[in-house]
């Protein structure tokens, strides 16, 4: 079963670079993994993970809460077959 990965995060780079480490033998079950940055300071960039495969990252200019980040994250996800 293929799945989209959905991360909300802010300020938490060194724990989200230890969650993203434990999911590298999971990449074959991923149809993908996007990461909201929740305003964080500073700001996550996409190249700090270029070594993840499937990992995308968008921005939130400020934190929303976990609600509004979860529904941001949502709209964006891939599902089998899209």
Request: charged share 25%.
């Amino acid at each position: 079963m293929m799945f989209s990965l959905l991360i909300l995060t802010y300020n938490r780079f060194s724990e989200l670079s230890h969650c993203l480490n434990s999911l590298q033998t999971e990449q074959e079950n991923l149809l993908e993994i996007i990461v909201l940055d929740n305003g964080s300071s500073p700001p996550l960039k996409e190249m700090d993970f270029q070594l993840f495969q499937k990992v995308s990252i968008v921005r939130s200019e400020e934190n929303r809460g976990v609600a509004a980040g979860r529904n941001k994250l949502a709209r964006r996800a891939k599902f089998p077959g899209d």
